[in-house]
């Protein structure tokens, strides 16, 4: 398994963001696909919890490479939900 780095962000629209400024377009894809699919209904779910996302990334030869998103508990580090 390559190196993962993790970067959070406070918003979906961070991850957004984060992954229009640092992978690829098929990756952008693939990853608002799931945003779309799943973590909006996450995020509203735990809307009265304090949560950030956590974005796992690899380089998979130049290309960076999401592997896991992750929606966790800020208090308690507990991980809410889970994609990868």
Do not use: H
Not at 24 to 49: C, H, M, N, P
Not at 70 to 80: G, I
Request: a positive charge; aromatic letters at 10%; zero cysteines.
């Amino acid at each position: 398994m390559p190196r993962t780095t993790t970067v959070t962000v406070n918003t979906l629209e961070g991850v957004a963001l984060w992954t229009s400024q640092n992978v690829s377009a098929a990756e952008q894809t693939r990853i608002g696909a799931v945003l779309e699919r799943y973590g909006k209904a996450k995020a509203r779910q735990f809307a009265d919890q304090p949560t950030l996302w956590e974005i796992d990334w690899f380089y998979r030869g130049t290309q960076r490479e999401v592997y896991r998103l992750a929606l966790v508990n800020t208090e308690t580090s507990r991980e809410l939900w889970g994609s990868s």
